[in-house]
């Protein structure tokens, strides 16, 4: 998300889930803060390490909570026929990758509530179980976690639901807007520059609070500042999904696609195909059919002193199936297989013929050239 490295923690539901470095933050200071200030208000003359204890639990429950609100956006993504490419946690909370926009105005709608509506419930849960415990007579090392998260996830669903794009709110108002206006384009621009508008009053909030020696709205002004940035963003990868939307892959495509033989040793294919190439994923082919993609990853997993006996037909990604297209399908289609951790590569098949391919360099290159003629 910040060109951090990112460590991935499994695949609940199926949708991959990881952590990005900037996360580590977070943790560092939620746990810190309730180890060091909550709890100890909270709960004077306790042991330190009952502080710490309860500091680092309780940041691993907010930790969850997180994730089971990023994975409710992305269940109900697919489950309106959205691909999830993967749910990262970062600095400012966590996004679900969908490799498309949602397809109406009433599935971004349901898409965009089901993360805050799973805070709330996560939040009444917590603070329910907090009067059952106290009611029972429990000690507060019990129900001051639950405390925490209730209130924590409660404020988290009225943060994410301030109507700025791309908020949750932001999305819950673009909706309506699209609804209304039928134009997706329109929709989140106007979105968008709300959520700009908000990121300037957060920022002017942080400004006015640190005049008057209030340290602590700092933050304000990184998250308005992020908000800000990421409004504009947001709308600038609309207008270009929009763009692309309309251009067929045969317009683009690198045609005729350079092809390597099954046979060719994996030496060959570093020397000549990878360094002396455009591209960094090749069709494999086997008496003119392609069999595979192979790509410079699956190149290096194999040991340098093996590349000259391995063939590209031993190590190609023989799975075919999510990387052929037709050469009429639009660009903005694709573009969630081009990821660098998906297949990376499009064969544009045209009767059964490989017409051409497209990598991320080729959709980079008309980009870059569209702006050129702008």
């Known amino acids: ?44 003359d306790a042991a330190p390490a009952v502080y710490v204890v309860l500091g680092l639990v309780t940041s691993l429950a907010f930790f969850v909570s997180l994730v089971l609100h990023e994975l409710a956006h992305s269940l109900v993504a697919r489950a309106g026929g959205l691909k999830i490419s993967k749910v990262t946690l970062f600095l400012f909370g966590g996004v679900s990758q969908m490799e498309e926009e949602p397809r109406s105005p009433g599935h971004e709608f349901l898409l965009a509530v089901a993360g805050p509506a799973t805070s709330v419930l996560i939040g009444v849960t917590s603070l329910g179980a907090r ?13 001051l976690p639950f405390e925490y998260l209730g209130l924590i996830n409660i ?16 999305r819950v108002l673009r909706a309506i807007l699209w609804a209304i206006t039928k134009n997706l384009l329109k929709a989140t621009r106007w979105a968008s520059r709300l959520g700009q508008a908000i990121g300037g009053l957060l920022i002017a909030v942080a400004v006015f609070g640190v005049l008057r020696g209030t340290f602590d709205l700092v933050w304000f002004a990184v998250m308005g500042w992020f908000l800000s940035n990421m409004s504009s963003v947001a709308y600038q990868q609309q ?12 317009r683009i495509m690198s045609t ?11 030496e060959e294919m570093a020397h000549s195909y990878f360094l002396g190439g455009r591209h960094t994923r090749y069709p494999v082919v086997t008496d003119g059919k392609v069999i595979g993609l192979i790509d410079l990853s699956r190149v290096n997993q194999v040991p340098r002193e093996r590349w000259r006996s391995t063939t590209a037909g031993e190590v190609a990604a023989l799975d075919l199936a999510s990387i052929v297209a037709s050469p009429d399908a639009s660009v903005d289609s694709v573009l969630g297989r081009l990821e660098p951790d998906g297949p990376g590569a499009v064969l544009v098949v045209e009767d059964r013929r490989l017409a051409g391919i497209v990598t991320r360099a080729d959709v980079i290159r008309f980009i870059n050239e569209s702006a050129q003629h702008a």
Request: no cysteine.
């Open 155 to 170: 404020a988290l669903a009225a943060f994410n639901l301030l109507p700025g794009f791309p908020l949750d709110g932001g």
């Open 239 to 250: 207008q270009l999904r929009v763009t692309l939307a309309e251009v067929p892959l045969r």
């Open 1 to 44: 998300m910040f060109g951090l490295p990112s460590v991935r923690l499994g695949r609940p539901f199926g949708i991959p889930l990881e952590v990005d470095a900037s996360w580590l933050l977070v943790f560092v200071l939620v746990s810190s803060s309730l180890t060091l200030s909550y709890f100890p208000s909270a709960y004077p």
């Open 256 to 266: 005729p696609a350079v092809l390597a033989p099954s046979d060719v040793s994996l």
């Open 131 to 143: 009067t059952l415990l106290i009611a029972a007579g429990a000690a507060p090392p019990l129900w």
